[in-house]
């Protein structure tokens, strides 16, 4: 497995209004060699690059999850990790959800607990 080193958000001007993210997000975005990774333990999260259009995006994760407030950053196989859209306290919800089978969804406070717990190996 190749080791991300960096990736690139969605864009301000794309984000739903009031909506920020949080600044451990955009600093990882830049460098991720802060995250837990060494031979033993391959982090398995991809970062989203952005490609498309917000918008586009986050209809195919409602059509998947009926969930119309997710803003997709990592992939783990069929898990998604998402920012809460509506959570515009400038360090939001992370709503985690398996899209193969949408009805096991977890939730975590922050970018940062979740990637504390993303390194410990959760949803694999």
């Known amino acids: 497995m190749n080791k991300q080193t960096s990736f690139n958000p969605y864009s301000q ?3 739903p209004e009031g909506f920020s993210y949080p600044e451990s997000y955009l600093d990882l975005s830049k460098d991720t060699s802060t995250i837990n990774w060494d031979s033993e333990f391959m982090f398995p999260w991809w970062f989203e690059n952005y490609e498309e259009e ?5 209809s195919i994760y409602q059509e998947l999850t009926g969930l119309n407030n997710l803003i997709p950053f990592a992939r783990n196989g069929e898990w998604a990790a998402c920012f809460n859209a509506n959570d515009i306290s400038g360090n939001p919800q992370v709503i985690v959800v398996d ?17 504390e717990m993303a390194e410990q190996n959760g949803w694999t």
């Open 13 to 15: 001007e794309m984000l």
């Open 54 to 58: 917000l918008t586009e995006v986050m």
């Open 99 to 115: 899209l193969g089978n949408p009805k096991y969804i977890s939730y975590c406070d922050n970018f940062d607990k979740w990637l």
